[in-house]
């Protein structure tokens, strides 16, 4: 079976994860325009006339900006939590919307996805698993959260690959342009997870077999791909073990699986 998963684009400009599996693909967040989201997906081999489902992590526009003119031009339906949805602003078409509870599991061919409760300052948020029937590949996606706890731990660790926040250096944030009050949020359980949290988080992941790593949601003012990479690299390296560790792209896809 034909299996590829490909981050679209990764940061506060925008979320998006596609992964395809014997014929069918899917989205995690769609957070940039419609136009941007289907030029994206043909870039990557995926017609997004085709796509199965959008995924949605929570209701923050990075992620779900494309959600209003996706659903009227493509039909697709759009899973997301019953919190998210009513705080949604964009006046989008909810007739393809499935609402669900934050723990949620559909399946869509061969995947099964599979959502978790993560810590942010939205209505609700979410990270998914999903799990590829008969490839042995399972997939995690764990960003936008303060902090990462010992049951979203547990449950990443069974992945063979994961994508993981790394949002940002601590003292380049400490000391960088942002207001006190934001610098505030972003350090805070419900904020966003610093690249020492992430290394913490795949060094643990890493020890108990999770292979294959993709840093995501970097902050553009207080981080560097550079920085976020040497920093969970160097965890990664006291393990022991082989791993591969990249890096998501900003505005153009990078191949996951
Ligand atoms: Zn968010
Ligand atoms: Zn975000």
Redesign the pocket.
């Known amino acids: 079976m034909t299996v590829s998963a490909y981050t679209l684009f990764s940061g506060s400009s925008g979320n998006s994860l596609c992964i395809s599996a014997g014929g069918d693909s899917i989205l995690i967040d769609a957070g940039r325009s419609c136009t941007a989201i289907k030029n994206a997906c043909a870039s990557v081999g995926v017609d997004a006339g085709t796509l199965r489902a959008v995924f949605v992590t ?1 209701e ?1 526009h ?2 779900v900006s494309a959600l209003d003119v996706m659903s009227r031009r493509l039909c697709v339906p759009v899973h997301m939590t019953y919190d998210s949805l009513s705080h949604m602003s964009d006046p989008y078409d909810r007739g393809c919307v499935v609402p669900h509870p934050i723990m949620y599991t559909e399946r869509v061919g061969c995947m099964t996805v599979t959502s978790f409760p993560t810590h ?1 300052d ?1 209505a609700a ?1 979410v990270g998914y698993i999903v799990d590829i029937e008969g490839s042995g590949v399972r997939i995690g996606l764990c960003t ?1 959260t303060g902090f990462i706890d010992g049951d979203m731990l547990s449950l990443l660790s069974t992945c063979t690959h994961v994508v993981l926040e790394s949002n940002h250096d601590v003292e380049m944030l400490r000391h960088g342009p942002y207001p006190f009050y934001l610098k505030e949020r972003i350090l805070s359980d419900i904020g966003h997870l610093s690249n020492a949290a992430a290394a913490d988080a795949s060094r643990y992941m890493l020890e108990r077999g999770v292979r294959s790593f993709t840093l995501a949601h970097l902050s553009r003012d207080n981080n560097t791909p550079e920085t976020a990479f040497n920093t969970v690299r160097r965890a990664l390296d006291e393990v022991g073990k082989e791993y591969s560790l990249d890096v998501a792209k900003r505005f153009e896809p990078l191949r996951v699986v």
Do not use: A, K, M, R
Request: aromatic share 0%; charged share 25%; net charge negative.
């Open positions: 929570h923050h990075d992620h942010h939205s948020s936008d």
